[in-house]
């Protein structure tokens, strides 16, 4: 209706990855959502308690040679399935739970900060809202992934975007 679509809301995730017997997957995401304005002073120190970061934004243990390049590549593959996952609730959710280890974590710092633990939750959460799933309803977009080795595993980043796209007038 050339109305255009809005941003929804942004920002970035930060994971640690874990390698299972069926892959990698996500141990914990958790996300930071944009700040506009100016930054206070101590923000380097408050983000860099928050997650295992310097002021650089570099995580700690920043070994990217050390993580083999097919370990890297299986878990970009990993992120960049979350969004079909999500956006289309695949299989009633169940791609999306699949994603992360069996008690892997999503924590979101929107509103209300909420955390969902397990496959179950997590599949629910895909669930969620089955007016805005399917296979041509698109939302989430992920770029800028980064993989680190870290004791344990992997850790990234990867910034976050949802628009919503409305149609006819309507969100």
């Known amino acids: 209706n050339g109305k255009p679509s809005s941003l929804f809301l942004g920002g970035h995730y930060e994971e640690n ?3 299972t017997p069926d892959g990698w997957r996500m141990k914990n995401r958790r996300l930071f959502p944009p700040r506009s ?3 206070p002073q101590d923000a380097a120190a408050a983000s860099s308690a928050a997650s295992p970061r310097t002021e650089q934004g ?13 370990d890297r590549i299986e878990i970009q593959q990993l992120v960049a399935r979350y969004g079909y996952a999500l956006d289309t609730a695949a299989e009633k959710g169940q791609a999306f739970a699949r994603l992360f280890s069996a008690d892997g974590t ?3 710092k929107t509103g209300q900060p909420i955390e969902i633990k397990g496959r179950d939750q997590l599949a629910a959460f895909a669930l969620g809202d089955l007016a805005h799933r399917g296979p041509f309803y698109v939302r989430d977009y992920v770029t800028n ?5 870290s004791p344990g595993g992997a850790t990234g980043r990867v910034y976050v975007v949802w ?3 409305g149609e006819n007038g309507n969100p």
């Open 17 to 19: 990855y874990v390698k």
């Open 37 to 39: 304005g100016p930054q």
């Open 58 to 70: 570099a995580p700690k243990d920043d070994k990217p040679s050390g993580l083999p390049a097919k």
């Open 106 to 108: 999503l924590k979101t």
């Open 145 to 149: 992934h980064v993989v680190y080795q």
């Open 163 to 165: 628009i919503e796209v």
